[in-house]
């Protein structure tokens, strides 16, 4: 399939699981694709890949919205498709959580997100095709003891997103963001090494399993694509049924 033939993106958190997957489906379909992460191994990862280019950013930094602006003009002369990945988890209950920590979860899962949209927007306007994908999470519906800075910063991003599609639907841009169940990532790799986490997990979802990164990129390139040409503001759920066939 070449889904997204000569298409131009950027993709954020590209050294791993969700970004780095779909910044290969993206190659494979056509795309040229500008790969940002904090890690050194996103040079590595694709340096022999004709179609993505690493490059090596904190997404937070202040001077990331100039960076990615300047890069993209450079390295791939316009923008198609704004893929806002990057993301970081927390697990403290909030008596115990310190104010660093909210402030890095929503430094990197929310401002980033707003600024690097912002300093896209005058190429995704140019493209006259325009896609914005932000990954949130179940988390941007749901909530869980430890987790209200991560769900707190989803929930952001639904409503960021929501908002940037009735402002950007002019012109020809949609912008959706995807919701991942339980995905076997750098993120969670470590946590679901406890059987009875995985466990759980594997049994919430109604096909009984755990996500593969693959899974949501599936998703991402539905919506970049010509697909998704109609859907805009939405959420979708890429869980394997976990919030639908699970009792919360
Ligand atoms: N894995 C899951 O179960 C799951 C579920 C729901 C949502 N998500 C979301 O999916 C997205 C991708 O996460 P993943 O699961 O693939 O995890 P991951 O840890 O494998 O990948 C995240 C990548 O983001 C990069 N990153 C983090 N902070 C950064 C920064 N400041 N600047 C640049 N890069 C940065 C990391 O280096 C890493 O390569 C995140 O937004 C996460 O919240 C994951």
Redesign the pocket.
Known sequence: MNLLENRLAVI??????????SANLFAENGAKVLA????D??IEKFKDNNSITGFK?????SS?PEIISNTIQEVLGGLDILM??????SGSPIEEMQDEEWDKVF???VE?TIKITRCSLPYLKKSKFGRIIN?????SSLGDAGLSA?AAS?HAVAGLTKSIAAEVGPAGITANY????????????EAFKVNEYKDFWTNRSAVKRL?Q?ID?AKGALFLASDLGEFVSGHGLVVDGGALVAGSW
């Not at 950013?57 to 930094?61: M, N, T």
């Open positions: 954020t958190g590209a050294a791993s699981g969700i970004g780095e997957a940002f992460d904090l890690d191994s996103i950013l904190d997404i937070a930094s990331a806002n990945n990057a993301g970081v988890v430094a990197v899962n980033a990954i949130g999470s179940i988390m991560y989803k995807i919701q991942p169940g339980a995905i076997m990532t750098g993120m969670t790799r996500g990164p949501i």
